[in-house]
């Protein structure tokens, strides 16, 4: 309880901010977009990892409020960068359940780009594998509607809930967003390598692209290249950082 009323608190007094990984071609080794992940400045605790906060956030519904003022935040952004003639990157953000299935999120996406004036083709929508697959005829509407819009849309943490094939070729997704746990062992473990060239295959028989988390280092990039894995994103490119270092390596031309 304690910790809802702080939530609260931290909305109103813009405690929240953004960080942002970048995303790369795994051909080029150049950012082609990011991903924003909240975190809680508070004032006493310093910063507070989404994994703590946001699934109480679910509970209580504040997840709402904060996964608006996320989207907003990640859109002007964007625009701000795009304004000052950086190189144009997409970013994309993670939707929780409750978000996704509240009634007017479609129109409520629609707004925000309206508002902002972000070209949709920018932003793109995180949806887990195990949110997705949950009431799947239902998600395959919703994903439409998004699609729609013009926003580009990816499967997160895939590989770890129960995908059905027959959903999975049937979403409008661009992206299929494997899931780092398979990743931390290619190179060591033959199950886990294996598990990663099947996806990578059949996401590209679905005409999706890969983009493999959880890049940690040199090997882990050389398998992911070897089996055509599109984009990248982990450590070994760079942690998830502030606006303001984003914002450097954009302006170095990456
Ligand atoms: O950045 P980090 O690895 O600490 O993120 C931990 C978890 O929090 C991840 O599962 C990530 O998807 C989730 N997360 C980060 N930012 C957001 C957000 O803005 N909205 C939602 N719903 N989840 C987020
Ligand atoms: O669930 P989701 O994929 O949205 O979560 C992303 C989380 O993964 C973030 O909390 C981020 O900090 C973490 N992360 C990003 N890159 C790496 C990495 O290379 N290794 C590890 N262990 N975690 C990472
Ligand atoms: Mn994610
Ligand atoms: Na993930």
């Given at each position: 309880?304690q910790?809802?009323?702080?939530l609260?608190q931290?909305l ?7 960080y942002?990984?970048?995303q790369?071609?795994v051909?080029t ?5 990011m ?20 699934p ?5 519904g504040l997840i709402e409020p ?6 907003r935040?990640a859109?002007?952004q964007l625009i701000?960068w795009q304004?000052a ?15 996704f299935?509240k009634q007017?999120?479609v129109e409520q996406?629609?707004?925000v780009l309206?508002?902002?004036g972000?070209d949709?083709q920018?932003l ?6 195990s949110?997705?697959m949950?009431h ?8 439409y509607e998004?699609k729609?819009?013009?926003v ?5 943490d895939?590989?770890?809930?129960y995908s059905?094939?027959?959903?999975l070729?049937?979403f409008p ?6 899931d780092r ?9 033959e ?8 996806i990578i ?21 050389e398998?992911?290249y ?12 760079s942690?998830?950082r502030?606006a303001?270092?984003?914002?450097k390596?954009l302006?170095?031309?990456?």
């Amino acid at each position: 309880l304690q910790l809802e009323q702080s939530l609260h608190q931290a909305l109103e007094l813009e405690e929240f901010v953004l960080y942002y990984q970048p995303q790369v071609n795994v051909y080029t080794g150049k950012m082609i977009g990011m991903e924003a992940l909240i975190r809680w400045n508070h004032p006493e605790h310093g910063m507070i990892s989404p994994a703590l906060f946001i699934p109480i956030a679910e509970n209580t519904g504040l997840i709402e409020p904060i996964g608006d003022w996320v989207l907003r935040r990640a859109c002007r952004q964007l625009i701000e960068w795009q304004e000052a003639g950086l190189p144009p990157v997409c970013v994309a953000v993670n939707l929780s359940a409750r978000q996704f299935q509240k009634q007017n999120f479609v129109e409520q996406i629609a707004e925000v780009l309206q508002e902002t004036g972000l070209d949709p083709q920018y932003l793109e929508l995180e949806v887990t594998e195990s949110l997705a697959m949950t009431h799947a005829d239902r998600a395959v509407s919703k994903l439409y509607e998004l699609k729609h819009l013009g926003v580009k849309l990816s499967i997160d943490d895939f590989g770890t809930g129960y995908s059905s094939l027959n959903y999975l070729k049937r979403f409008p997704i661009d992206t299929l967003k494997i899931d780092r746990s398979f990743v931390g062992d290619i190179t060591s473990n033959e199950g886990d390598a294996t598990i990663v060239t099947t996806i990578i295959a059949m996401a590209h028989t679905l005409e999706m692209k890969v983009i493999a988390e959880g890049v940690e280092n040199e090997e882990q990039l050389e398998f992911l290249y070897g089996q055509g894995c599109d984009q990248m994103q982990g450590y070994l490119f760079s942690p998830p950082r502030p606006a303001e270092e984003i914002e450097k390596m954009l302006r170095g031309g990456l």
